[in-house]
């Protein structure tokens, strides 16, 4: 039996991941190599939707696929590439757009959140059409299974009913994905605001970034904002801040957050801030030291990346193809 396939893309807007990126989807690619065909792409295409520096997006395209690799991605099982380094997501992508009703895709939520926060240049039709792109990023590999989050659950059905409304028009020609929910994703919180998702569109303080120096690391967490009350418990409505750093020592020590109870019992949310930056700084520590490696001589990684787009390829180029046939080009 051929594994399951699985499909999923980041996007290079950041100069590091973030610890809410790492537990709550990059653990789960890693999980997923053991028993998936799995494809993961850096997807460029997409951060160019909203304004961008070139120097800057071709840096943070490298660093975030070197953080994909020190995260443990294995190129020898999986396919890592970079989204332009293929070219046809942007082919497909055109097809899958003539076929989208203008209204369908005015119904998407995030655009709506998305457009109304883009400044100088205004909203690009490009962030208009983004989750078509983003249907042609699976639809091209055949995936069986796609991972999501509850905001990207609306695209992922769009997704659908484009390879459903391709398939009656022109015959079988895209598996239908289904959204999955891989187990142990964390949703991780704000360390100032626990009572939104931890984001690198809310201010540093909050925001463990995986390539913070440890010292910057240790503090952000001292400086977490805990809740009333001594007993370090887990209680998501009555202590959002201690129960968000429980989940992530939980996530990362591998321990239970009943074990975890135990082990603070009689100790303060002091004990706690202070065991959990060791905690993150032990585990971030190999994974700053890959990725500066990797970044240090970058021909390895590009040789990653070329063997991952020519990996990808294969797989790309006879769905265009079989595409581009059916609809007569
Ligand atoms: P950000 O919110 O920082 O802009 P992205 O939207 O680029 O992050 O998210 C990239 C991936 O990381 C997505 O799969 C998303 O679901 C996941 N993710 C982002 N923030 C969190 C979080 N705080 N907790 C869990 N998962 C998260
Ligand atoms: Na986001």
């Not at 109304?116 to 205004?122: A, I, L, N, S, V």
């Not at 390539?211 to 370090?232: C, F, H, M, Q, W």
């Not at 040789?303 to 390829?313: D, F, I, S, W």
């Amino acid at each position: 039996m051929p594994l399951p396939r699985v499909l999923s893309g980041i996007q290079p807007t950041a100069d590091s991941f973030h610890l809410g990126n790492y537990l709550g989807a990059l653990k789960q690619w890693v999980a997923l190599q053991d028993d998936h065909d799995a494809f993961y792409c850096v997807v460029d295409l997409h951060a160019i939707t909203v304004e961008q520096d070139p120097a800057t997006l071709r840096r943070r395209t490298l660093v975030s696929a070197a953080q994909l690799l020190a995260l443990g991605v294995d190129p020898d099982r999986s396919a890592l590439f970079v989204q332009s380094h293929v070219p046809e997501h942007a082919q497909l992508g055109w097809v899958l757009q003539c076929m989208t009703g203008f209204g369908e895709a005015s119904r998407m939520t995030q655009f709506k959140d998305k457009s109304q926060r883009q400044g100088t240049t205004g909203t690009s039709v490009g962030l208009f059409t983004y989750p078509v792109l983003q249907a042609a990023d699976i639809l091209l590999y055949q995936a069986q299974r796609v991972p999501v989050g509850e905001d990207q659950r609306q695209h992922l059905e769009l997704t659908r009913d484009l390879a459903t409304r391709f398939n009656n028009r022109f015959g079988p020609t895209f598996t239908l994905p289904e959204a999955y929910i891989p187990p142990g994703a964390a949703k991780v919180l704000d360390l100032q605001m626990p009572d939104k998702k931890m984001s690198k569109s809310l201010p540093p303080a909050g925001c463990v970034n995986l390539l913070d120096d440890p010292k910057v690391t240790a503090k952000k967490i001292r400086s977490a904002v805990t809740d009333t009350g001594r007993e370090v418990v887990a209680d998501p409505a009555g202590k959002p801040g201690v129960t968000n750093l429980l989940t992530i020592h939980a996530a990362l020590s591998g321990q239970t957050v009943p074990q975890l109870e135990e082990h603070f019992a009689g100790r303060g949310y002091g004990d706690l801030k202070k065991e959990l930056a060791e905690v993150v700084t032990d585990a971030l520590a190999p994974v700053q030291a890959r990725t500066a490696e990797l970044l240090a001589d970058t021909a390895e990684l590009e040789r990653v990346l070329a063997a991952g787009a020519a990996r990808a390829r294969e797989v790309a180029a006879p769905t265009l193809a079989a595409v581009y046939d059916r609809v007569g080009f």
